[in-house]
T-cell receptor, first 109, second 113 residues
């Protein structure tokens, strides 16, 4: 079956760095997306990886290892506004997104 | 730019009543999706449409129906609502041919009592 595994909740300090891990099993693979979702709002796109390696976009970076079924999202210079849920979503062979329950990130001053 | 819009934003519905959640996008995306999101669970796909005129069942289709008469609109209908359908519903669209990201509407919070 298809499965996504992320930590349920993480806590980090403002200004620090945090890494959110995601392991996945899907029927086929067409890339992996990371989304951010603030409480009560819709998910918004953060990053997309289709090849192995690191993709950097400002304070956010995302890494993919297809052979290990593993990805992480790295957030640097954390700000209070980064408090949100982070959703890992690989795309299967039918181009359908498979969603994990997400990781709730709590930022403390 | 409007992007993708849903209506209503929230609704309280009596059990047994029917309701249609509306979703419209202006990005000319070929693919559209309906998800429900419940506390502690990931987004679960209800129905999808890869192109106008076609629809498919997702992970949790029972009790819901959709239609895709044109590219822009993808309404979701609950024929006879039950309390377990209380949830937040998100509509999304994407250009599936290029595998690009999905864009989400602002969500509809539905409470069935």
């Amino acid at each position: 079956g298809q499965n996504i595994d992320q930590p349920t909740e993480m806590t980090a300090t403002e200004g620090a760095i945090v890494q959110i891990n995601c392991t996945y099993q899907t029927s086929g693979f067409n890339g992996l997306f990371w989304y951010q979702q603030h409480a009560g709002e819709a998910p918004t796109f953060l990053s997309y990886n289709v090849l192995d390696g690191l993709e950097e976009k400002g304070r956010f970076s995302s890494f993919l290892s297809r052979s290990k079924g593993y990805s992480y999202l790295l957030l640097k210079e954390l700000q209070m506004k980064d408090s949100a849920s982070y959703l890992c979503a690989p795309m299967d062979s039918n181009y359908q997104l498979i969603w994990g329950a997400g990781t709730k990130l709590i930022i403390k001053p | 730019t409007a992007g993708i819009t849903q209506a209503p934003t929230s609704q309280i519905l009596a059990a047994g009543r029917s309701m249609t959640l509306r979703c419209t996008q202006d990005m000319r995306h070929n693919a559209m999706y309906w998800y429900r999101q419940d506390l502690g669970l990931g987004l679960r796909l209800i129905h999808y449409s890869n192109t106008a005129g076609t629809t498919g069942k997702g992970e949790v289709p029972d009790g819901y129906s959709v239609s895709r008469a044109n590219t822009d609109d993808f309404p979701l209908t609950l024929a006879s609502a039950v309390p377990s359908q209380t949830s937040v519903y998100f509509c999304a669209s994407s250009d599936s041919e290029t595998g690009t990201e999905a864009f989400f509407g602002q969500g509809t919070r539905l409470t069935v009592v």
